[in-house]
């Protein structure tokens, strides 16, 4: 009998197995056909460049310069601020580091979120505590009570990490958990509760399969709401004071009041953070779409 | 009891969990998080003996359970502690700022929705061109950071062509209709900004579910009966996709009064936003805890008065 329910289990493993590249293919087949899809592909990808080769491109800035608030010329590409640093290598360092926090938060925001999200849809139990903490922390205003934590705590890059991954799980798990809810009442789960008795293995074989698409799209959004929040806390001087963030960059414009004379002080970082977002944004709005055989039109 | 008085009894009932759940949250953080609780209440640059005495005078010695239950007391008489920086109570000096705030965030939104519903409508019912410009438009302007749109603004509008004023909410010593003139000059920019970052959700939202509602039944018999596009668009269709729209203003309140946080400091807008900066300069956590517990009680409530009102004009919500 076990071994009869174990070679089924098998079969419908491989058959899924077969399924899956050819789903692959055809979401990557209308994705590719999307042009705003691939430019935001690229333009994400130039980026993540442009942060692992940052000591390439420029030399960290730091001290004063001579040339000060010079605007954009060819031996400063983006000018220089109020203390004579280049900017352009202030965004470059910045974009090092506005990613490397966004990767932390969202990577712990993720995995809080997700696992209290599939819990959620699997546990009933679990889900009458969660979803009302989830509801709770949702309807609160997430920014100043970031600035309580960050300004209580100390600015650091950890304390950073944290506070944004602390404050996004609720979001990524509204949105995984909506989606979990709909396959547990699935009837292959069903049939997996009776083959099994370890909710584990559903959980890790069934459950998280069929929401892994959602938490794909889950990850950019997260990753570019955390690139904003960190932006607004480093604005306020909450930023970590020992690495250049672009929040950074435009809160000593501000601060010096560079940003009054010298517009490259505030423009590039501001393009920067604007082209990170909007590239995160477009790429899960063309995967979504490239995903739903309804919009995909092929 | 009737539908409507128990569904606005839940409602009312969930709205003060939140607040206390917003309440109790400042005070774990203010206590558990690493960090001097003498700070929370006190000046930084103080003596040991000092620190002691505050510790004392403010009962942080005590028990946490005794301080959980002497600071829900507190709030509920309105008493969110003292400002060191301006010596003053926290909640005079924040209730001086939160008509700005409110000022701000209530007018970007009465801009929003005067602007944001005929795009909504331009967009669900001309597909193609229109379509794809206001939905990328829409895109771009829900990643907008907060200060670079503000910034933007002023460096444009305010320096170099100096159609508004650049700081502050009013004129100093003006009077009468003059003073409410430069109010609303000074209005200008900071509302701009604010509504510029969240035009973007309200417009895609009301766009898809237009498209929805225009596929619905009714709409087809509303057709059917011969009634023109226009009037099953805009008599029809877009009275039931505004309540979706409805919900999302609310759900987007979190959003807004973070960007009226940065919309003020860039501004110098004397509302909570502008304190919270102010605050965070001087590392006095009175403040900060007291904007908090403010701005999610306004959260909270405004996210309650929009639920009755759906609760009142869609009958299937108070069921549910």
């Known amino acids: ?298 | 009891m009737p539908p409507l008085a128990r569904f606005a009894l839940r409602r009312v009932l969930r709205g003060v969990v939140t607040i206390w759940f917003a309440v109790t949250v400042t005070f774990l953080m203010l206590r558990l998080l690493p960090g001097d609780p003498a700070l929370a209440v006190a000046n930084p640059n103080m003596t040991r003996e000092t620190r002691q005495a505050l510790l004392h005078q403010y009962g942080l010695d005590q028990s946490l359970a005794v301080q959980y239950g002497k600071y829900l007391w507190q709030l509920l008489h309105g008493n969110l502690g003292v400002s060191f920086s301006q010596s003053v109570p926290v909640t005079t000096a924040l209730m001086d700022r939160l008509p700005w705030t409110l000022l701000l965030t209530l007018s970007a939104l009465v801009v929003t929705i005067v602007i944001g519903v005929p795009l909504g409508v331009l967009a669900a019912s001309r597909r193609g061109f229109w379509d794809r410009a206001v939905q990328l438009s829409g895109v771009v302007g829900q990643s907008l950071f907060v200060p670079s749109i503000g910034i933007f603004l002023l460096y444009l509008l305010g320096l170099k062509l100096r159609w508004f004023p650049i700081g502050g909410a009013y004129t100093e010593n003006t009077y009468g209709i003059a003073w409410y003139g430069s109010v609303l000059r000074h209005l200008v920019l900071p509302c701009l900004s604010l509504v510029l970052v969240q035009l973007g959700s309200y417009v895609l939202t009301l766009r898809s579910t237009l498209i929805d509602a225009l596929g619905e039944d009714y709409c087809t018999l509303a057709r059917a009966n011969g009634l023109g596009e226009r009037k099953v668009l805009w008599k029809h269709a877009l009275r039931n996709a505004l309540l979706p729209t409805t919900t999302l203003v609310g759900l987007q309140l979190g959003f807004v009064v973070g960007g009226a946080v940065l919309t003020e400091t860039i501004y110098a807008y004397p509302g909570i936003g502008r304190g919270i900066y102010e605050a965070v300069t001087q590392l006095d956590f009175p403040v900060l805890q007291g904007a908090f517990v403010l701005l999610s009680a306004t959260v909270i409530v405004a996210n309650l008065l929009t639920d009755l009102a759906y609760g009142l004009l869609d009958p299937r919500v108070r069921t549910a």
């Open chain 1, 1 to 298: 009998m076990t071994s009869l329910i174990e070679s089924t289990a098998g079969t419908a493993d491989a058959a899924d197995v077969a399924d899956r590249p050819a789903a692959a293919k055809a979401t990557w087949d209308a994705f590719r056909r999307n042009p705003l899809g691939i430019l935001a592909m690229v333009l994400l990808a130039l980026l993540i460049v442009v942060a692992l080769v940052a000591p390439l491109l420029a030399s960290y800035p730091r001290g004063h310069g001579t040339a000060i608030l010079r605007p954009p010329s060819a031996a400063h590409w983006f000018g220089t601020d109020n203390l004579g640093r280049d900017v352009f290598a202030e965004v470059v360092y910045g974009t090092r580091s506005s990613m490397l926090v966004a990767a932390g938060a969202t990577a712990l925001a993720i995995v809080i979120g997700v696992t209290v999200a599939v819990c959620s849809a699997y546990f009933r139990w679990v889900d009458g505590v969660m979803g009302v903490l989830v509801d709770l922390f949702l309807s609160l205003p997430v920014l100043p009570l970031m600035i309580l934590v960050a300004a209580l705590v100390g600015p650091s890059l950890q304390t950073i990490v944290l506070v944004l991954a602390f404050f996004s799980w609720p979001e990524v798990s509204r949105v995984v958990r909506s989606q979990a809810l709909a396959v547990v009442r699935l009837p292959y789960v069903d049939a997996a509760r009776l083959a099994t008795g370890s909710p584990l293995w559903i959980i890790r074989k069934h459950l998280l399969p069929a929401v892994a698409p959602v938490i794909a799209v889950s990850v950019v959004l997260t990753a570019s709401r955390a690139v904003l929040s960190a932006a607004g806390l480093a604005f306020l001087g909450l930023g970590d004071p020992n690495s250049w963030s672009w929040g950074r960059i435009l809160f000593e414009a501000q601060q010096s009041g560079a940003m009054q004379e010298a517009w490259w002080t505030t423009l590039f970082p501001s393009l920067a953070i604007l082209a990170l977002v909007v590239a995160a944004t477009l790429l899960s709005i063309a995967y979504n779409d490239a995903r739903d055989p309804r919009t995909r039109k092929d």
